[in-house]
């Protein structure tokens, strides 16, 4: 059961094999007993939990169930979830109940899912290795002394580690594709405006957007299918028509063209990702597809880009935070502007603070065109390195990351070193198209490799397609740590 | 580029953030080895091409008007620091 495909759980409801109570507590009950050493959840409510699973009990007993009716899911702790703490994984939210719903919780709540808590993450989903949390770093379930990637890490380990069957994350640089691969998951980050950003705690609002994380690409087709969709309340929605994601799943893979971008098949990545992607690759052409190469000669500035773009929204975005309407308020303060000094001060962590700061000096007076304006500029260029690779390709692929995750702390003091890590994600989001993560391997210490897809916009349908085929010719994502719970 | 310990406390200032001068000792190391970094992009020829704010450049929707929002004030300023009477209480601006 805990290894079940959503598909399986959900027939498994259906048929009354297991009540949504009794699947719901037998997760409640791992994650009791693992979360002290992963710390991958924030917050776990057994009785909210049940509550909702008994609720969905009754809609199926009363042949009213939603499709994904009684499963259990974890929300990452950006998603506003009413009468649910959302932290954002920041002290400055640290006691923050939501007064409402994300637009992706009530969709998941509509489609029958039952919360089953909220995950840790990088404080303000600016991190790469869970390591920002005000609420302690997350532990990879594959080797407790190493990072689970971020700043999804803690729905990575969550899923990885069995304590849920699949759950939401988001991605601005690679958030949910990087802890995917480093915690051997499946993981899809949709075209930007796909999903809504109603609700959910923004970060840089042009490259934020929401996905699943979830054991195989069905999974996440059957996720992402209740989670889409247009939404009003979110000003960069966009209105299309809803999809069916699993509609495509099945088709075979012949004389699919896969691009292969040089630049991501340099010297960055390490031999033993290298060799993993390589033999996945292999896989593909036995299954009748062929590989291109491809160039996306601007992807190098996708990083320095980045860094400019993203904590420049940042700054914006976090100006909200002022200890007067919600969140945290500095003790002791002697007048106004001081208040909001000593609150911000000491609500946010240093990273945040950090990228606070980039972001008022790219914005500022006389920096703003050599900055923000150049940044966007390449931001371009790099979007249109993709519209002419897709002339030659169905879909890219290459590296999730450069290597498999690190040690603890390796890389916290650097913050350089730790931006690279996401070297072969961030082009996407600054491109706003669709990407994946599914698991293709193990490299060095037995830790998983991940294989990324990235599909152009809208090919979310097409990029599950060719995730799935793969994964019913091998048996990497059905891998799961050794038990030490 | 590179900050100078000054250059950091106007910005933590402009960003309304109080800093330790131990925090603005290492900000500053953090931030001139990004900025670095970022210097890159300054070498691009970028002439002639439109910055990109939105990946699928779209425009901003509108939407008619009229009231959509219910009033749930209590349950906003339930998660408030300091709240009376249904305001927002904030120390004194005006003498």
């Known amino acids: 059961m805990i290894n079940g495909s959503l598909k399986t759980l959900s027939e498994a409801l259906a048929k009354k094999k297991i009540s949504s109570a009794e699947l719901s507590t037998l997760f409640l009950d791992r994650m009791a007993r693992a979360n002290p050493a992963l ?34 899911l974890a929300h990452k702790d950006i998603f506003c979830t009413e009468g649910w703490l959302t932290t954002c994984g920041s002290r400055m939210l640290a006691n923050f109940v939501s007064p409402y719903d994300a637009h992706v919780v009530s969709r998941m709540k509509a489609a029958g899912l039952v919360t089953l808590g909220k995950t840790n993450m990088d404080e303000f989903a600016m991190g790469s290795s869970n390591e920002t949390s005000f609420f302690g770093p997350v532990k990879n379930p594959w080797d407790t002394s190493r990072v689970p990637g971020g700043s999804s890490g803690g729905a990575a380990a969550a899923v990885a580690a069995r304590l849920a069957p699949a759950a939401t994350g988001t991605d601005t640089g690679g958030s949910i594709r990087q802890p995917a691969a480093l915690c051997g998951l499946t993981g899809l980050k949709p075209t930007y405006g796909v999903v809504s950003r109603y609700g959910m705690i923004a970060f840089a609002s042009s490259l934020d957007q929401g996905g699943p994380m979830a054991k195989s690409a069905e999974d996440c087709a059957l996720l992402l299918s209740a989670m889409s969709g247009f939404d009003a309340r979110d000003s960069t929605s966009l209105d299309r028509p809803p999809e069916d994601y699993c509609r495509e799943l099945e088709k075979p893979l012949a004389g699919l063209k896969i691009g292969l971008p040089k630049e991501f098949f340099g010297e ?31 992807s190098g500035l996708s990083v320095p880009a980045y860094y400019v773009i993203a904590p420049a929204e940042a700054s914006s975005n976090l100006s909200r935070f002022d200890g007067v309407r919600y969140g945290y308020r500095a003790p002791e303060y002697t007048d106004l502007a001081d208040m909001y000094c000593k609150s911000r001060g000491q609500g946010f962590g240093a990273e945040v603070k950090r990228r606070i700061l980039i972001g008022a000096y790219v914005l500022s007076h006389g920096y703003y065109d050599a900055y923000y304006l150049q940044a966007q500029k390449i931001r371009r260029l790099i979007a249109n390195d993709f519209a002419l690779a897709f002339r030659h390709c169905d879909i890219i692929m290459g590296p999730t990351t450069p290597s498999v995750a690190f040690a603890v702390g390796a890389k916290s003091n650097n913050p350089v070193e730790m931006y690279l890590s996401d070297i072969y994600t961030i082009a996407v989001n600054l491109a706003g198209l669709p990407g994946m993560s599914i698991p293709c391997g193990f490299g060095e210490g037995k830790m998983p490799v991940g294989l990324q897809l990235i599909g152009n916009y809208f090919e979310e349908a097409r990029m599950l397609n060719v995730a799935h085929r793969y994964q019913l010719a091998t048996d990497w994502h059905m891998r799961m740590p050794e038990e030490t719970i | 580029m590179s900050l100078s310990i000054e250059q950091v406390e106007r910005l933590a200032h402009l960003a309304r953030i109080e800093i330790s001068p131990a925090e603005a000792e290492l900000s500053r190391d953090q931030l001139n080895g990004i900025f670095v970094l970022i210097e890159q992009l300054q070498a691009v020829d970028t002439r002639n091409i439109e910055p990109m704010a939105h990946a699928v450049d779209a425009v901003q929707r509108l939407r008619e008007d009229v009231v959509t929002e219910t009033d749930r004030r209590e349950a906003f300023q339930a998660v408030a620091p300091e709240v009376e009477s249904g305001l927002y209480l904030v120390p004194r601006v005006v003498e």
């Open chain 1, 39 to 72: 710390n991958a959840f924030i917050s776990i409510d057994r009785e909210k939990t049940l509550a909702q699973a008994r609720q969905a009990d009754l809609r199926i007993a009363a042949g009213q169930a939603a499709p994904l009716e009684g499963i259990p």
């Open chain 1, 268 to 298: 960055g990545m390490a031999a033993d990702v290298r060799s993993a992607v390589e033999e996945a690759l292999a896989e593909y052409r036995r299954a009748g597809a062929v590989t291109v190469e491809v160039s996306l000669p601007n």
